[in-house]
């Protein structure tokens, strides 16, 4: 099983900017694809970006295309986003997890608790 801690989040004004990190352990983070998702108040969970085992091809939910990216240090078994241009609607528990495949990702372990990202406008 992989253990998932994520971390990076808090308050920021519209506009800002957070890098969310996601520290892997358990299995070999090089093998799997990752992906960040993100749950927003009396809503379901929902994908954000994947990313695959290397690193070289990345996948975005249409909402956070051209303001987010996601990246990964295989060495250090960490995926990265950084969120530029925050929007209150971004506001969420955002979430990493092993994916099954980047273009329809299914989080194939248990979920971490999260780190919180809220938007003030």
């Given amino acids: 099983?992989?253990?998932?801690a994520e971390s990076g989040g808090g308050l920021v004004q519209a506009g800002g900017f957070l890098r969310l990190s996601?520290?892997?352990?358990?299995?070999?983070?090089?093998?799997?694809?990752?992906?960040?998702?993100?749950?927003a108040p009396g809503k379901e969970r929902e994908f954000v970006a994947t990313i695959n085992r290397?690193?070289?091809?990345?996948?975005y939910e249409d909402a956070v295309k051209?303001?987010?990216t996601i990246s990964r240090d295989n060495a250090?078994?960490?995926v990265y986003l950084q969120m530029n241009s925050l929007k209150p609607e971004d506001t969420a528990v955002?979430?990493?997890?092993?994916?099954?495949n980047i273009?329809?990702?299914?989080g194939l372990e248990v979920w971490g608790q999260g780190t919180l990202v809220t938007?003030?406008?």
């Fill in 103 to 106: 273009v329809v990702p299914i």
């Fill in 94 to 100: 955002y979430y990493c997890n092993a994916v099954s």
């Fill in 22 to 39: 996601c520290a892997a352990s358990g299995r070999t983070f090089s093998n799997y694809a990752m992906g960040w998702f993100r749950q």
């Fill in 76 to 78: 250090k078994n960490t």
């Fill in 54 to 59: 290397s690193g070289g091809r990345a996948y």
């Fill in 1 to 4: 099983q992989m253990q998932l």
């Fill in 119 to 121: 938007v003030s406008s």
């Fill in 66 to 68: 051209g303001r987010f």
